[in-house]
């Protein structure tokens, strides 16, 4: 509990910012790796087993599971923000009532999304481009997947939460968790029982209940900062759930976004160059999301820092966070940019060995679409950085502007002179263009900080 008056325990106002740092992203960067083998490790096992038309088939589905994350990551972001900045200001009870006003929030959507999913998963298959020899495959595996939805989107916004209690380890317990259940559990339903993309799905729904059920047991904890308290669950505050929509709404708008353009994509790959180009958009888009993770860990270990020494009043510390958070994203996004250009056809061999065509489609996929990848960490720590100072609508105008504006203008254009090629192009423009304007408003806000808060 580090709102107690010993000033041992206040670690998150007097520890190193790099030892922070280092506290937070480390479980972040395994629990967020731990997410990313859900969908990875499907689509290795589906590929080995199943083949190309497997992975195109998971690879149909994936819009679809990133709507929940997008819902996750508006209630667990919002939420986590506004419970770092509470409990730097000391005040428990409004910490546990954002807390249990964001577990309903959870559980209202998880049923409206499975709701939704229901009703429309076929027409989101055929907008994603699924053909008539990939949709069998690819119904039956969203069909089961959608019997997860309360599980996924209860634990991935929990961990978020359980961050900003200052438990980052817990967190990464709950992914870890998951993760794990996943790959024996593929191993057991698609290698052992020879039931191909309905076994993966299987697999994934019974470890998200598991890494859920972590998550819910860190609550009951004797040393948890706080409480998960029935009354505040039942009981919803307007103001707070404002404050979570609030904070919470960029980071989902830019998830929702990538679950148009990630339909987009495979739309175009279809249409231009059937079904093994969706197959390779899949193992481009699943090495992708790895190669960005270990920065995206830095980013959110950044915004419970950053929230909690903002309301401590500590600006000099806000500061020194946002700093190193870029020099750390950066650092990172270096090395995933060597590693994808010198090895992208051996990457890409994870999923299917034996098709070459497949391979060198996917490494060239690979290659184009990381050619921004080194100025990303700059964008990801500025959404961060207002994330953690509570302001959304900065978040939501930076959100607007690097995927509104400068993915999906040339997500439009692009493809009609160079085919997929054209569709995976749309990506360094993106990352590089969001970043300037990132950094000219990172600076513009930190100047604004030490202006109004003078050491």
């Not at 992203?25 to 087993?49: C, E, K, S, T």
């Not at 175009?268 to 090495?287: E, N, P, Q, R």
Request: some cysteine.
């Amino acid at each position: 509990m580090f709102m107690s008056a010993d000033p041992k325990k206040r670690f998150m106002e007097n520890e190193s910012i790099p030892r922070l740092l280092a506290r937070f992203a480390a479980p972040a960067l395994v629990g967020m790796l731990a997410h990313a083998l859900y969908n990875i490790v499907d689509r290795i096992f589906v590929g080995q087993v199943v083949g190309a038309r497997g992975i195109g088939a998971l690879v149909l589905s994936f819009p679809c599971m990133l709507l929940f994350f997008s819902v996750s990551f508006l209630i667990g972001v919002g939420a986590a923000s506004r419970i770092s900045i509470l409990l730097g200001e000391k005040r428990l009870r409004r910490a546990e009532q954002t807390l249990g006003n964001a577990f309903m929030m959870a559980l209202v959507a998880s049923v409206l999304l499975w709701v939704a999913g229901r009703f429309f998963f076929r027409s989101i298959l055929f907008l994603s481009g699924a053909s008539e020899t990939l949709y069998p495959m690819a119904a039956s595996y969203l069909s089961i997947i959608l019997y997860g939805t309360p599980f996924s989107v209860i634990s991935f916004s929990l961990s978020c939460q359980i961050r900003a209690c200052g438990s980052p380890m817990y967190a990464m317990g709950s992914q870890l968790v998951g993760a794990f259940a996943n790959i024996i559990l593929d191993a057991l339903f698609v290698l052992g029982f020879g039931m191909g993309v309905s076994g993966a799905a299987i697999a994934t729904v019974m470890s998200q209940f598991l890494s859920m059920v972590w998550a819910l047991s860190y609550f009951r904890r004797p040393d948890a900062a706080l409480r998960l308290r029935l009354p505040f669950i039942l009981r919803p505050d307007l103001g707070t759930l404002k404050r979570i929509f609030a904070v919470g709404t960029p980071s989902c708008l830019v998830n929702l976004n990538f679950v148009m353009v990630h339909g987009m994509i495979t739309n175009m790959s279809s249409h231009y160059g059937g079904d093994l180009a969706v197959s390779a958009t899949g193992i481009f888009m699943s090495l992708d999301s790895l190669l960005f993770m270990p920065a995206i860990a830095i980013s959110e270990a950044c915004q419970p820092i950053i929230g909690y020494n903002y309301g401590a009043g500590k600006i000099g510390r806000v500061i020194s966070t946002v700093k190193m958070g870029v020099i750390a994203c950066t650092a990172f996004y270096l090395l995933s940019f060597t590693l994808v250009m010198t090895n992208a056809e051996l990457m890409a061999m994870m999923f299917e060995s034996s098709d070459k065509d497949l391979i060198h489609l996917a490494a060239t996929g690979l290659r184009i679409g990381n050619l921004g990848i080194p100025l990303m960490g700059v964008s990801l720590i500025c959404t961060s950085f207002m994330q953690g100072l509570g302001r959304g609508r900065e978040g939501l105008y930076l959100a607007f502007v690097r995927i509104g504006l400068f993915l999906w203008t040339p997500l439009l254009i692009l493809p009609r002179y160079f085919g997929v090629y054209g569709a995976w192009g749309s990506f360094p423009i993106s990352d590089i263009c969001g970043s300037v304007v990132a950094g000219l408003f990172m600076v513009h806000t930190v100047k604004k900080l030490r202006l109004s808060h003078p050491s």
